[in-house]
């Protein structure tokens, strides 16, 4: 085993509470596109002449649901996803008794898919939905399922991902959960993120503990900061590690 895999097997194995921090780079390989890539989300056409960062805006929303909805389905939800090896393998690391901790950028559920019990999700989740009048429920299924703008089956109001849209701030007690899992870990791992999304990027700043470890494809403004940086697909380290 090349000597940096062999290290980062050690770091983990040694670990006494784990940071996992991810993006959408550890989905792609579920089949789910990364946002700014030259194939990603950002570099996309789109049927109404907006940019996606514009249509996926708070002020958008409200002013253009149906077409939000519609871009919204079809870009940024993928129901039939599966958790995939690096996803599965942070999961089993809790399970055999690791103190591991979850703060993801991504909305896909998959970390939860694969078993992990402590996640925070800073920007949401595509598969929590309510009605912005009653507050009821609704689940990913159930959106899908409706045509056009969604609304409340009880009281006919339309109903609004439990997504973090631009213009809109994240959850304070969801940060408040990570920055405190942040400070307090020894190990972070950071895959398959630019870290260039603030203010969720900005959190690495806050770790103080002893290995700050990268899994990027491409290189990022943190590079020169962290103890080990693997400039690959995290699938690949993964394979390598277990």
Known sequence: MDEKYAKLKSVIKNARSIVVFTGAGISVPSGIPDFRSASGLYSEKTKTGYSPEEIISHSFFMAYPDEF????????????AKPNLAHLYFADLEKQGKNVTVVTQNIDNLHQAAGSKRVYELHGSVHRNYCMDCNAFYTLDQIMKKKGTPRCDKCGGIIKPDVVLYEEGLDNLTVEYALSAIMTADVMIV?????????????????K?????????????????CDLVFDEDVIEVIKKIS
């Open 209 to 225: 503990g002893s290995s700050l470890v990268l899994i990027n494809k491409g290189r990022t403004a943190y590079d020169s900061e």
């Open 69 to 80: 909805f519609e871009f919204y389905k079809e870009k940024m939800c993928y129901p039939e």
């Open 191 to 207: 895959i398959g993120t630019s870290l260039r999304v603030y203010p969720a990027a900005g959190y690495v700043r806050y770790f």
